[in-house]
Antibody, heavy 120, light 111 residues
Framework: QVQLQQSGPGLVKPSETLSLTCAIS??????????WNWIRQSPSRGLEWLGR?????????TYAESVKSRVTIKSDTSKNQFSLHLDSVTPEDTAVYFC??????????WGQGTLVTVSS | QSALTQPPSASGSPGQSVTISCTGT?????????VSWYQQHPGKAPKVLIY???KRPSGVPDRFSGSKSGNTASLTVSGLQAEDEADYYC???????????FGTGTKVTVL
């Protein structure tokens, strides 16, 4: 059974970097058949896909156009986890952030969600 | 890429059926069969109910069914039960711009 466990701060100051980690159990971050994704959800923007990382003999990263200039997703094979880093946050980045595994176009496993508030 | 359009709300009495639509474009729902449906209860992560338009993961009751016609996908919940009261979202693969587009969400109320 795949489980995703999220960790990271719930409060970030404006202009700083939001960083969250998603620890994987029951699968491998370097699996060559799935991708590892970050999604956020807010009342104003709904659900929004942010980006993904995946391994196919080498590492690939794909980011949503809306956050492409500010986002980085990293993978850590030694800890079997991946992380989200969103720079220069503003109050508009306040949302619940989820990590999720995507298998053949389906978001089949999700983390528990982390509410991140951007406020001074 | 614009969000997929869903009705904000739907409702039905226990035992009845409710159908939720999800309208996209030829660049997402119309072109690919990677349409999935999710149920989300308050404070919880979404849970997949339907994948690849009409397939059900193991453990999901057959009361949930999916279909697609042109640029619109649909989720039908038959034999409504109290625990079906939740928010429902569709997600579609869209190769242009952003890889995945999400529905606007539908709140289902069991009367």
């Amino acid at each position: 059974q795949v489980q995703l466990q999220q960790s990271g701060p719930g409060l970030v100051k404006p202009s700083e970097t939001l960083s969250l980690t998603c620890a994987i159990s029951g699968d491998s971050v370097s699996s060559n058949s799935v991708t590892w994704n970050w999604i956020r959800q807010s009342p104003s923007r709904g659900l929004e896909w942010l980006g993904r990382t995946y391994y196919r003999s080498t590492w690939y990263h794909t980011y949503a156009e809306s956050v492409k200039s500010r986002v980085t997703i990293k993978s850590d094979t030694s800890k079997n986890q991946f992380s989200l880093h969103l720079d220069s946050v503003t109050p508009e980045d306040t949302a619940v952030y989820f990590c999720a595994r995507v298998n053949l176009g389906t978001f089949d496993y999700w983390g528990q969600g982390t509410l991140v508030t951007v406020s001074s | 890429q614009s969000a997929l359009t869903q009705p904000p709300s739907a409702s039905g009495s226990p035992g009845q059926s409710v159908t939720i639509s999800c309208t996209g474009t030829s660049g997402d729902i119309g072109d690919y069969n990677y349409v999935s449906w999710y149920q989300q209860h308050p404070g919880k992560a979404p849970k997949v109910l339907i994948y690849e338009v009409s397939k059900r993961p193991s453990g999901v009751p057959d009361r949930f069914s999916g279909s697609k016609s042109g640029n619109t996908a649909s989720l039908t919940v038959s034999g409504l039960q109290a625990e079906d009261e939740a928010d429902y979202y569709c997600i579609a693969y869209a190769v242009i711009s952003t890889l995945y587009v999400f529905g606007t969400g539908t709140k289902v109320t069991v009367l």
